[in-house]
């Protein structure tokens, strides 16, 4: 089977997939996930969607609004980002407040589907595929609060937690089996930028027509092997970085624990015994003494990461974007 004969499904989010004429391939993929059929009406432009001068690769918006008025948020990641969480929070409640006019009532607030596909390892978990919505459960029966039967047919919905934003991550590096269901044939090619040719899920016979590298004009092609370059590249200096800190991080930690854990082991040893107290000081020495080390061990990872960023060119305000950290905070990282 060839590979790679097909456009990254975050390049074509910038390039293609906005184009009226390519929402079938959009649309098959929320209707995957969704098990019921989505079709776009239009694309919506949001303060949270707007792609700035530096063209961010590691950060792709596309804000639509189904036949139903309900808005999907889609966004790619490529790069780690530890407070990810937290951005999917304030994309949501941004777009909560900027599609209601003041003076509306609170019955008028779209429902709104965050769909976030994450191409690291984005907290603690073994699926692929999370969901998240928000429900009400009695503290001392564990029943959940339902709506009236008022509320259901005013909000013509059965439960509270449709009326609130839902989220789905699809943590695409995960997913390592061959694929048996459409959602699978879609994260397959999400993860490895092929389309199988016994892909039957919506939308992906769509992508083979629309998305292939071929159809791609010599300077298009160009700009695609840029990014998928500088993909990499950040790709790469983050995971070295984090590796050098992390190797530092734990060699300082295993010192400072051993300093500290003969401390706490002789306190303790005077009054429960000696071998008792410097194995339990031991232990907890070197627990802190690695929190200390990891903690000195991101610093490292965050200074190496404006050192080669510069080194390749990128301004200050794009570092910001990509690191999260303050104007002065990368000037200063940069003079040390």
Known sequence: MEKN?????????????????????????????FKEKIVINRLLESESNQEDEFDKYNRVDILAENSKGELFII???????????????????????EYINRGEGYQNIKKIYSVNIVYFDLGQGKDYLYHGKTEFLGVNTGEVLNLSPFQRQKFNVDVVSELYPEYYILKVNDFHDNPTTPLEEWIYYLSTGDIRSDSTAAGLNEARKKLELAMMSKEELSAYYRHLDNTVILKDNIYTSRGEGMLEGRAMGRKEGMREGMRE?????????????????????????????????????????????????????????????TKEEVEGSLRQ
Do not use: C, H, P
């Open 5 to 33: 004969k097909y456009i990254r499904f975050d390049w074509a989010m910038k390039r293609m997939l906005r184009d009226k004429a390519n929402y079938a391939v959009l649309e098959g993929l929320l209707t995957t996930l």
């Open 75 to 97: 966004e790619v990641q490529n790069n780690d980002e530890y407070a990810y969480f937290q951005r999917m929070l304030f994309g949501v409640s941004k777009l909560v407040t």
């Open 265 to 325: 082991g002789m306190k303790k040893g005077r009054k429960e015994g000696r071998k008792e107290g410097l194995e339990e000081g031991m232990r907890k020495g070197r627990e802190e003494g690695m929190v200390e080390g990891i903690e000195k061990g991101k610093k490292t990872i965050l200074k190496d990461i404006v050192a080669n960023l510069k080194l390749s060119g990128a301004s200050v305000d794009f570092i910001m974007d990509v690191t999260g950290m």
